[in-house]
């Protein structure tokens, strides 16, 4: 069964400052991973993901994750945050072809 | 264009009630998800439609849960004889013809609270 880990249950941060969210996988096939973000009262919405090819992927909003086989991971990223950023962030990874399976989340708040 | 819907938005019932949860997709979406979000957890599979039929229904926790989607376009979750455990935010997704490159779209969800 595949599983994704999510290191950091809440990040706070300050305007303009970078953030890095952490994620690991843990998956004996290929692999296929997605962040979404969750805004307050808002369904979740894809920020990236990573099917094949180039290892940086850049999403939408600033964002860009890098997949990294030998460590099993892929962290999201974004150099300078806003206030709007302040959101739940989840990474899930895909299997049978259909079939996300969701970390636990990490809660973002962005301060002025 | 229209995102995936759900409704109600909030649904209050009392232990052992019947409910029933409803999810229209994007139109043209052949495929069809339902997810069960508990607090402080990240979304659970529950299961895959396509089309009309159900693909894949090894998230439902058991047969207390129901789903159907008989036209292949409206979904509706079937939750018998409530409980409390079973209060949690109902996610539902939609996507183009499914398989590994569609985008999962989702719905805001339907918060379901058994008292």
């Known amino acids: 069964a595949q599983s994704v880990t999510q290191l950091d249950s809440q990040v706070p941060v300050f305007e303009e400052a970078p953030v890095e969210l952490r994620c690991n996988y843990s998956s004996s096939v290929s692999v296929y991973l997605f962040w979404y973000v969750q805004y307050p009262n808002q369904g979740l919405q894809l920020l990236l993901k990573y099917l094949s090819g180039s290892t940086l992927v850049k999403g939408i909003n600033g964002f860009e994750a890098e997949f990294n086989k030998s460590q099993t991971s892929f962290h999201l990223r974004k150099p300078s945050v806003h206030i709007s950023d302040t959101a739940e962030y989840f990474c899930?990874?895909?299997?049978?072809?259909?079939?996300?399976?969701f970390g636990a989340g990490t809660t973002v708040t962005v301060r002025a | 264009g229209a995102g995936v819907s759900q409704t109600p938005s909030n649904k209050v019932t009392e232990k052992g009630k019947y409910v029933e949860l409803r999810c229209d997709p994007i139109s043209g979406h052949t495929a069809l998800y339902w997810y069960r979000q508990s607090l402080g957890q990240g979304p659970e599979f529950l299961i895959y439609?396509?089309?009309?039929?159900?693909?894949?229904d090894s998230g439902l926790p058991n047969d207390r849960f129901f789903a159907v989607r008989p036209e292949g376009s409206v979904s509706t979750l079937k939750i018998q004889r409530t409980e409390r455990g079973d209060s949690a935010v109902y996610l539902c997704?939609?996507?183009?013809?499914?398989?590994?490159?569609?985008?999962?779209?989702f719905g805001p969800g339907t918060r379901l609270t058994v008292l």
């Open positions: 997704a939609s996507s183009l013809s499914g398989g590994t490159a569609d985008t999962q779209y």
């Open positions: 439609f396509q089309g009309t039929g159900a693909a894949d």
């Open positions: 899930a990874v895909l299997s049978n072809d259909y079939k996300l399976s």
